[in-house]
């Protein structure tokens, strides 16, 4: 049960030269039995990944060629067509990209390496490249405060984790403001944590909702979404790669 536990799938309670025919031998074979129907459930996840990747990338490919062919053409009409379908086929995908991600990381989230890494650099790092793509929107990142603080994680997931509320917090923030980010490291008694806070100067989100911005594909405003670009998945990929870690995530109006 441990070492399923940690993702090796492949365990298993029993061998088949045990033949007990107690209560504890009946346990085993169930258990068993059990392991290898999820052994064969996560292959089969992983399958469906790899095809509806291969199966989407594919029309995506021609509409491209299509579009090419298309820009050929001069005509008012058909330039405006083109653009629009630009913007389809780019939110299309990147929305492919993002829930291949988020899949990779419910199936393979156990099985990711990890390493001793300094949070404090990896928090600098992100905020300084977003600050750098955030400058051209008009507004900016910066860091309050980074506070040392040593963790036991996967230095790209938990990039990826910080990245996606970040840009989130981009889209929102009013013209002229800043994103502010803060790392603070608490110790209290046999236990210590690191808490990452990542505020924007946004309209905010009704109360009912907060729970929600997490959940896959959830969208506040549609209207919005398509304004900003947002596909719903950014959210979800953050707190799976939080939770992976022992962490939780919060979203609260300041």
């Known amino acids: ?74 005509h008012p009409g058909v330039a405006t067509a083109i653009q629009r379908l630009e913007r389809e086929t780019d939110q299309l995908n990147e929305m492919i990209g993002k829930l291949l991600a988020l899949s990779r990381v419910d199936v393979e989230g156990r099985l990711i390496e990890k390493a001793n890494l300094r949070l404090e650099d990896l928090v600098r790092e992100v905020v300084a490249d977003a600050d750098y793509e955030a400058r051209s929107e008009q507004r900016g990142v910066i860091l309050r405060e980074a506070e040392s603080c040593q963790v036991f994680g996967n230095a790209e997931m938990l990039r990826s984790a910080l990245e996606n509320v970040i840009r989130n917090a981009i889209r929102y923030t009013a013209l002229g403001s800043d994103v502010e980010v803060s790392l603070k490291y608490h110790s209290i008694e046999d236990e210590s944590m690191a808490t990452i806070e990542v505020r924007d100067h946004g309209p905010g989100v009704p109360p009912t909702s907060l729970e929600d911005l997490f959940r896959p594909f959830y969208r506040l405003d549609d209207s919005r979404e398509r304004k900003t670009g947002g596909v719903g998945l950014g959210l979800a990929i953050t707190k799976q790669a939080v939770v992976l870690h022992g962490g939780k995530v919060i979203a609260d109006n300041a």
């Not at 989407?56 to 060629?65: G, K, Q, V």
């Open 1 to 74: 049960a441990q070492q399923i536990c940690i993702g090796n799938l492949a365990a298993r309670a029993g061998k088949p030269k045990d033949k007990r025919g107690d209560e504890i031998g009946q346990l085993v074979g169930d258990f068993d039995r059990m392991a290898v129907e999820m052994e064969g459930l996560v292959r089969a996840q992983k399958r469906l990944i790899s095809d509806v990747s291969h199966e989407l990338r594919s029309p995506l490919t021609r509409i491209n060629l299509a579009l090419e062919l298309l820009r050929k053409v001069d």
